[in-house]
C-alpha cells in the first residue's frame, strides 16, 4: 500500500512566520494530493489540492508545492494567525480508489 | 444540502455487543468510505465503497462489515466490539474516487468498556 509520512510533528511558530510541512509518499503512480486541516473536536476539511500534472498551487495565504521525482509535496502558510493553529494531514490515492493519510502535523501558531 | 451526516455522535458500548454506525449524503456522491482516528495514527481506512452494491476493504477491516445498498447510505457495522475499537470513526464521500476531495461528517466517538 501506499506509505504516507509527514515532518515535522510538531511545529510551533510565532504569529506573522511562515509554516512550511513535508510530506512524503511512496507509490510512484499517486497522481493527487490534498491537505486536510483539522481543528480540535472538528472533522477534517480539504484546505488545499493539487495534481501532478502542475508544480504549485497558491490560494490566498496557502500554497503547496510537488516534487514528483523526489515524491514529497509540502503545505506553506504565510503570515500565520492564531486560527491557523490545528492539525494538518496529507494524503496521497493508491490502488483501487484508496486514500493514504499521514498521521498528521501539528501546527501551533504562538500570539 | 446537509452533506454528510453521521449518528450517533457518540456511544459507549460494552466489550462483545454489536452496533451500526449510520453514514448519509446527500450530494449524490458515488465514493463513501469510512476511516478510523486514533490518536497518534492519523486517519486509517476501514472500507470503502465505490457505488451502490460495491464495497472493498481497506486498511484495516477486521472487525467491521459494510454494505451499500443506496448511493445516500454506508453503514459500518461492528461485530463483536473489542476495546481496541475505541476511537473516533469518520464518514467521508466524494465525487468518484480517493483522487477527490473527501466531505467528512462530523464523527462518532465510541468507546469499547
Known amino acids: 500500500g501506499e506509505n504516507v509520512e509527514q515532518h515535522p510533528s510538531t511545529l510551533s511558530v510565532q504569529e506573522g512566520d511562515s509554516a512550511v510541512i513535508k510530506c512524503t509518499y511512496s507509490d510512484s503512480a499517486s497522481n493527487y494530493f490534498p491537505w486536510y486541516k483539522q481543528e480540535l473536536g472538528k472533522r477534517p476539511q480539504l484546505i488545499i489540492d493539487i495534481r501532478s500534472n502542475v508544480g504549485e498551487k497558491k490560494d490566498q495565504r496557502i500554497a503547496v508545492t510537488l516534487n514528483k521525482t523526489a515524491k514529497h509535496f509540502s503545505l506553506h502558510i504565510t503570515e500565520t494567525q492564531p486560527e491557523d493553529s490545528a492539525v494538518y494531514f496529507c494524503a496521497a490515492p493508491y490502488g483501487n480508489n484508496r486514500l493514504a493519510f499521514g498521521k498528521g502535523n501539528q501546527v501551533v501558531v504562538i500570539p | 444540502n446537509a452533506g454528510v451526516t453521521q449518528t450517533p455522535k457518540f456511544q459507549v458500548l460494552k466489550t462483545g455487543q454489536s452496533m451500526t454506525l449510520q453514514c448519509a449524503q446527500d450530494m449524490n456522491h458515488e465514493y463513501m468510505s469510512w476511516y478510523r482516528q486514533d490518536p497518534g495514527m492519523g486517519l486509517r481506512l476501514i472500507h470503502y465503497s465505490v457505488g451502490a452494491g460495491i464495497t472493498d476493504q481497506g486498511e484495516v477491516p477486521n472487525g467491521y462489515n459494510v454494505s451499500r445498498s443506496t448511493t445516500e447510505d454506508f453503514p459500518l457495522r461492528l461485530l463483536s466490539a473489542a476495546p481496541s475499537q475505541t476511537s473516533v470513526y469518520f464518514c467521508?464521500?466524494?465525487?468518484?474516487?480517493?483522487?477527490?476531495?473527501?466531505?467528512f461528517g462530523p464523527g462518532t466517538r465510541l468507546t469499547v468498556l
Open positions: 467521508a464521500s466524494s465525487y468518484s474516487s480517493g483522487g477527490y476531495e473527501q466531505f
